[in-house]
């Protein structure tokens, strides 16, 4: 196997769960490697497509599973999603079917929300509904998403996963699965935000001035963590400690860079 082009990689950006650990299980090498990668002359970013917690609820987490991790470690589809509306949509009236943390994260890019934290409101038209993955959920949410879309407003969603993994096979509905149950309720499809959208790389690429092409994701998921590096012209590694298993990256149309079991393997090869 030649890694050359995976070892001139000078940033890496990280799924979590699944990648680096399952719930509070952490994979063997993970900490090693990441607490390696800045020896190595490596900058790493610890990137996801969970919105339901906001970024510094991930310092928080990843500190205390024993992760090396400060503020600029750290970019979620929630902060892009802030970053998208100001750019796309500036100054417009936003429903949001989110958790509180994520509530809060697009309250500090200044996003004009219509809701209160448990997603009630009063005003009959938005310019936007947002959808997180939610798992906070309950039925008036959904109730007024719909209103809201069958009304005209536009559909933003934070990512498009179905389902996020857990402990013991176990799996919970995600953003893509709410979606799911919106556009067939209201006719309209979301605009997705998180993974595999290269925007995803591309601000990334902009905030740290390194080109996407010396940028690597590292992921368990083929349609989001492999996707957006194959959208955005960077470096893929799928690991197989997560959802997709060795027969279905065989049988992937658009194969990743590289394959490897796990990131302790990914640690071994840039050493």
Not at 98 to 124: C, K, M, P, Q, W
Request: charged share 20%; hydrophobic share 40%; net charge negative.
């Amino acid at each position: 196997m030649d890694t050359s082009k995976l070892k001139e990689c000078e940033l890496f950006l990280f799924d979590m769960d699944g990648t680096l650990y399952l719930g509070d299980d952490v994979y063997p090498g993970a900490r090693e490697l990441m607490e390696a990668l800045p020896s190595l002359g490596k900058r790493y970013i610890y990137l996801t497509n969970n919105s339901s917690r906001a970024g510094t609820d991930y310092i928080t987490r990843l500190r205390r599973l024993g992760f090396p991790c400060e503020k600029e470690n750290v970019f979620t589809s929630g902060m892009a999603t802030g970053l998208y509306l100001n750019q796309r949509h500036p100054g417009a009236s936003v429903y949001l079917a989110g958790t509180r943390a994520f509530y809060n994260e697009l309250v500090s890019y200044g996003i004009r929300l219509v809701n209160d934290e448990s997603g009630h409101t009063d005003a009959e038209d938005v310019d936007v509904v947002v959808q997180g993955f939610d798992t906070e959920l309950v039925y008036e949410k959904l109730n007024l998403a719909c209103h809201f879309l069958r009304r005209g407003a536009a559909f933003i969603a934070a990512n498009p996963d179905w389902v996020c993994p857990m402990p013991h096979d176990e799996v919970l509905p995600d953003c893509g699965s709410i979606c799911a149950l919106l556009t067939a309720s209201s006719g309209v499809k979301p605009t997705y935000i998180g993974k595999p959208n290269r925007n995803m790389i591309d601000v990334i690429s902009e905030m740290t001035g390194i080109p996407n092409g010396k940028i690597c994701a590292v992921g368990d998921r083929l349609y989001t963590d492999i996707a957006v590096a194959q959208n955005a012209g960077s470096v893929s590694v799928l690991v197989l400690s997560g959802e997709t298993t060795p027969e279905m990256a065989a049988a992937a149309e658009r194969q990743p860079d590289y394959t490897l079991p796990s990131v302790k393997e990914l640690l071994e090869v840039l050493c």
